[in-house]
């Protein structure tokens, strides 16, 4: 469990591990970094032959009145295509979600800070052979920019063949009426609200949680991996607009290591958020201690 202020913020894990070579996946890494000391690349999610650990989770955030589900990961069950590591998956994340105190119906609000197949997967569920909202009783809050960009008569994208996830993890909550497409500075009571932080998506927003004086970002897929922060230029292969992915991420990791806000991604490695600081031209990372929690990998 992690606190902003009086906000108590927890995850639900759906899959981690090193899925993925380093330059497989982010562009234009030094090479420096394979020289790095092992206690350093173990912090930036690095392990040993090079390859990227990745985490893939929903964070839950609880209010005073509200529960709050942030990216959906994956799901189960649905059609990304033989050799994706999403496609079909039949994970028991509910349960995990039970583990956490919380049945579907005890969710208030799903916010997507985009629509890449990762972070809408659990938006949905198939029951008997139709894709229905997962949470009955949620909001499920999708930005303007973003949905229009997936929309098949509007911005028709299909980036990385990931159109499909707007058929069966994002139309069906707004065709059962549970879906609120809104504008930028868009609140949830008192603590959350939705900012635009493009590139990595057209739409793409963070949330920003303030409470008693803290202040976290979950900044989605801003950066995936806390090499990122080492080297705020990096992309990754899935960022859209690359020169704006780099002005955001530079932008959002300033305020933080101006601040000290803490940052929240969805992809990070164990202990999965962390503060950062200022180090000459880019940044250092500083995970959180304590959540060590490897136990899907
Ligand atoms: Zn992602």
Redesign the pocket.
Known sequence: MIAIGELKIDRVDEICGAFLGMDEFLDGVPREVLARDPAWRARHGVDATGKLVIS?HCWIVRTEHHVILI?TCLGNDKNRGEGNAGHRLQLDWLDRLGAKGLRPEDVDFVIC??L????VGWNTRLVDGRWVPTFPNARYIFSRAEYEHWHPEIGASNFLGQGIAFLDSVLPCVEAGQADIIEEGYSIDDHLMLEAAPG?TPGTCIIRASSAGSVGLFV??CM?SPIQVAYPDVNSA?CEIPTQARDTRRRLLSECAEHGHMILP??FPPPFAGHVKRAGEAFEYLPLRGDTDRRHM
């Open positions: 893939v990216d800070t985009h890449h197949t990762d972070h990595h989605g897929d995936h899935a969805a992809h």
